[in-house]
Nanobody, 127 residues
Framework: QVQLVESGGGLVQAGGSLRLSCAAS????????MGWFRQAPGKEREFVAAVSWSGGTTYYADSVNGRFTISRDNAKSTVYLRMNSLKPEDTAVYYC????????????????????WGQGTQVTVSS
């Protein structure tokens, strides 16, 4: 079992920045690639970003590429999502999730492959 706890969400004006954190406990953190997803009201949960188990490779949705940065610190069992140039359409509940590192990286974009999920943290961007 892996327990994931997100933090760092809040209310920010358009153009502002936030950094989300996701602290993991339980099984060895480096056994998993990590992803961030988000879900806006009335919409499907969508992929935002993912990072390989080592932190060496990152993946982004087109909508956030160039504005968001995912990173991880295996010594702290924590994954981060730095969000810059925030837009009102970034408003959503953000979730971190863990997928076994043995899975192909091409699967990281799909929420169904992730085994563990956090409870989510709300991000609201005002215009």
């Amino acid at each position: 079992q892996v327990q994931l706890v997100e933090s760092g969400g809040g209310l920010v004006q358009a153009g502002g920045s936030l950094r989300l954190s996701c602290a993991a406990s339980g099984r060895t953190f480096s056994s998993y690639a990590m992803g961030w997803f988000r879900q806006a009201p009335g919409k499907e949960r969508e992929f935002v970003a993912a990072v390989s188990w080592s932190g060496g490779t990152t993946y982004y949705a087109d909508s956030v590429n160039g504005r968001f940065t995912i990173s991880r610190d295996n010594a702290k069992s924590t994954v981060y999502l730095r969000m810059n140039s925030l837009k009102p359409e970034d408003t959503a509940v953000y979730y971190c999730a863990a997928v076994p590192r043995t899975y192909s990286s091409s699967s990281y974009y799909f929420k169904d492959v992730y085994d563990y999920w956090g409870q989510g943290t709300q991000v609201t961007v005002s215009s």
